[in-house]
């Protein structure tokens, strides 16, 4: 069975601190994707990944940066926690697909809560 | 930039009867994909279906189905014989060639039994 694992699910943070979000996937997937999620904006897209070592600006990257030193691996990083990134986090993949094709696979998201 | 406008913040259906719900989206491109996407009270969101925008039938996979009219720029969904499992968020999301998935705020489903 296909697996994105993401590898907290809740965690609790002070304004300040710097946050990992990790994110793994056994498929093999050229693709990842960090998206958050809040109430009534649906799902917004934060950075991805096409390949290892290359990463893009999604819409609202501002505050995070990501990491891809390996192909099943997608992490995301909170320089300095604002309580404004208290959220819903989802890490996604997908293998390659250069059209408009392409399922995302998701893990359970992670429930970051900045205090 | 591509837009996904979901207007139904929230839906309710009797178990057993058809609910639809409703996708609009805004592009420029000729080329794109449109997606559904579930997400259960456990977090992780379940893809559904598909639809292409050169695609000349609509999409269905089992009870669900995809009103794709292209005129419109609508993608709604429907669920035929509601069951209380499909109690969910529901997402629907677009890609468009050279650029990736961006999401609709989402509608809320509770089957009533």
């Known amino acids: 069975d296909v697996k994105v694992t993401q590898s907290s699910r809740y965690l609790v943070k002070r304004t300040g601190e710097k946050v990992f979000l990790e994110c793994v996937q056994d498929?093999?997937?050229?693709?990842m994707f960090w998206y958050r999620q809040d109430p009534g904006l649906g799902l917004r897209l934060i950075y991805f990944?096409?390949?290892?070592?290359?990463?893009e600006k999604g819409d609202i990257p501002e505050g995070y940066s990501v990491s891809r030193e390996k192909k099943e691996r997608f992490s995301l990083i909170l320089e300095s926690a604002s309580t404004n990134q208290t959220s819903m986090y989802l890490c996604?993949?997908?293998?390659?697909?250069?059209?408009?094709?392409?399922?995302?696979?998701f893990g359970e998201g992670s429930r970051l809560t900045v205090l | 930039a591509q837009k996904i406008t979901q207007t139904q913040p929230g839906m309710f259906v009797q178990e057993k009867e058809a609910v639809t719900l409703d996708c609009t989206y805004d592009?420029?491109?000729?080329?794109?994909?449109l997606f559904w996407y579930k997400q259960p009270s456990s977090g992780e969101m379940i893809f559904l279906i598909y639809?292409?925008?050169?695609?000349?039938q609509n999409a269905t996979e089992g009870r669900y189905s995809l009103n794709f009219q292209k005129a419109r720029k609508s993608a709604n969904l429907v669920i035929s014989a509601s069951q209380l499992g499909d109690s969910a968020m529901y997402f629907c999301?677009?890609?468009?060639?050279?650029?990736?998935?961006?999401f609709g705020a989402g509608t809320r489903l509770t089957v009533k039994p």
């Open positions: 592009t420029s491109d000729q080329s794109y994909g």
């Open positions: 999301a677009m890609r468009v060639l050279g650029d990736d998935m961006r």
């Open positions: 990944s096409y390949d290892v070592k290359m990463k």
């Open positions: 498929m093999d997937h050229e693709n």
């Open positions: 639809q292409g925008s050169y695609d000349e």
């Open positions: 996604a993949s997908r293998m390659t697909s250069g059209g408009t094709t392409g399922e995302l696979f």
